[in-house]
């Protein structure tokens, strides 16, 4: 059993081994795999086809896998690593220590969105991005989104996640209006507030987190893991709530095949959402 930390409360040193395991996966090609296994289950609803991780029921406990199969591939790097993790109702500024140069390193600059600053720079020359022809090889970031500024979701946003009764809600989809899935997960038709909680993170930070490949920014996993506390937070909050769909969606549900329940296994793992609700043996939060 390990203990995740909320990352503002880091020492130097822990912040160093953290970016020194990530860059030595990057060196070894391992990030890559990370990278690529969030693009290939990055499918919308509007698609068809199953869905694993995002959209869905599962995108918390496939997350969840997600973080361990990182944790364990820095964990061979370095036993003593663990995801911190980024309470971005806190620490909701490109001031924060997050950002610093000893840590994930700074915004991107205008001009092109690129990251001057700390160990993920591209000229540094340990942070050189794959992939897609279009794209740069240098990390992004748009912190804020200056020319239509977001703010970071707030406690009192958060809360109307938090304060949800059942796990999630038919159609389970992006188009699901309660729950706490898809309210923590932050698809609405709202065009006033078009992102909520996890998504408009996503979209604060910019740059690379905005598409499929987000992984590409190490603050993917100290983004997440907070998403993954919160189901822990809701948990406790709601304990008599379940995972839902409890059982296999009928034949005749237009989710069959689609949405992925309790007992069902989320690819590419062959592992069930039930196997993942209580992770108390594996590691624990600080908080
Ligand atoms: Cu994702
Ligand atoms: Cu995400």
Redesign the pocket.
Known sequence: MYIRKNQRNLTSAEKKRFVNAVLELKRRGEYEDFVGL?TDFYNSDGEGGPRA??MAPSFLPW?RRMLLEFEGALQRVDPNVTVPYWDWTTDNTPAAALWAEDFLGGDGRARDQQVLTGPFAYGGGHWTIKGGVTEGKFLTRNLGRPSAPISLPSKAELASAMDETVYDAAPWDSTSASGFRNRLEGWTSDREQPWLNHNRVHRWVGGHMLGAS?PNDPVFWLHHAFVDLLWDRWQQKHPKATYLPRTRLPADDPQYGRAISLEEPMPPWDVRPSQLLDHKNLYRYDA
């Open positions: 969030h991780g995002h997350h987000s």
